[in-house]
């Protein structure tokens, strides 16, 4: 089955504490990119990545990090978390840049920061 | 920049209506596409239409559709005959296709829509 998985679903940690949200997809996508969802600011998009070892920032980055060492898997790594990025995370991800917007979204991962 | 504006933060209408969802975008591209995504209850994000800049035919999905009008920037989304599984937050976005640039995509902040029963 082609989806996008995300792990963990749920995490509650502490300021400061470096974290890391996998996201894997088995769909041979090139693109992948990670969003947060806040309330009254919809989806904002923090990083993306089109390809193997080829990532670049969205509109949101600060605070985050992300790798791309291989294609299936698109990690964000937050290194000292803050509780302003407590916030519900999607990853997702594409064939290609061609088919840019017909992405498969993971399950969603809740964050909390305290 | 790119902009989109979804101004109608929550809808409620009785089952069986018809509701449209508006999407304004700004852009300074002439290349662009625009899409929509469902987000039911649930918390998955569903994609539902990709258009491009070039291509301004409505479209029909079933009780979906979709009135793309670049004159006034706007890609409206109707629901004819709604259903209680509609009800959802429903999002717009858009990026701009330029060769050798970032492919951000922005998305508008939603519009919760509720159906009753």
């Known amino acids: 089955e082609a989806q996008v998985t995300q792990n963990p679903r749920y995490l509650i940690t502490v300021t400061g504490k470096k974290l890391t949200v996998t996201c894997s997809q088995n769909m041979n996508h090139e693109y992948m990119s990670w969003y947060r969802q806040d309330p009254g600011l919809g989806l904002r998009q923090i990083y993306y990545?089109?390809?193997?070892?080829?990532?670049d920032k969205g509109d949101v980055p600060e605070g985050y990090k992300v790798s791309r060492k291989e294609k299936r898997n698109f990690p964000l790594i937050l290194e000292s978390p803050s509780p302003n990025q407590t916030s519900l995370y999607f990853c997702?991800?594409?064939?290609?840049?061609?088919?840019?917007?017909?992405?498969?979204f993971g399950p969603g991962t809740r964050l909390t920061v305290t | 920049a790119q902009k989109v504006t979804q101004a109608q933060t929550e809808i409620s209408v009785v089952e069986k209506e018809d509701v449209t969802l508006d999407c304004v975008y700004e852009?300074?591209?002439?290349?662009?596409?625009l899409f929509w995504y469902k987000q039911p209850p649930s918390g998955e994000l569903v994609f539902l239409i990709r258009r491009n800049s070039f291509d301004e035919q409505n479209e029909i999905s079933g009780r979906y559709s979709w009135n793309f009008q670049k004159s006034t920037s706007s890609f409206n989304f109707t629901i004819t005959a709604s259903q209680v599984v509609d009800s959802a937050v429903y999002f717009c976005a858009l990026s701009e296709w330029v060769m050798n640039r970032d492919d951000k995509i922005i998305f508008g902040k939603g519009t919760r829509l509720h159906i009753l029963p």
């Open positions: 997702a991800s594409t064939r290609s840049r061609d088919t840019l917007f017909e992405q498969y």
């Open positions: 990545s089109m390809n193997v070892e080829v990532t």
């Open positions: 852009t300074r591209d002439t290349t662009y596409y």
